[in-house]
């Protein structure tokens, strides 16, 4: 398996909106390096069918690093449970409508 599946247009835009500098270097990194093809049982391993997923650790992360590092964990374990926090498991289509504040800082 190879887990290095690049970011989508909108998971770079969302990555853009939580983080500078370093730190979103870094997040890139860890979605395409750690949180791609090598998720448990998913299939849809292209960069528009792991916006879902992605979404979701990214919202979880808040801006920060240490808890996006915590979601992709979360997700490696079980994807579904990083869904269902992040508000996304009922709809396939839910994520897509979400958008970090840029105003308050906040996802």
Known sequence: MNASVPLSHGTAQRVAALFTGVARVT?????????????PLWVKTDPQGLERIRFAVLKLSGGDL???TRAVRMA?????????AA???????????????????TA
């Open 66 to 68: 240490a808890k996006l």
């Open 87 to 105: 508000g996304f498991a009922n709809s396939i289509v839910a994520h897509e409508s979400w958008f970090p504040a840029s105003e308050t800082g």
């Open 76 to 84: 490696q374990r079980d994807w579904r449970d990083v869904l269902v």
């Open 27 to 39: 997040a890139a990194e860890l979605l395409v390096e750690q949180c791609g093809d090598n998720l």
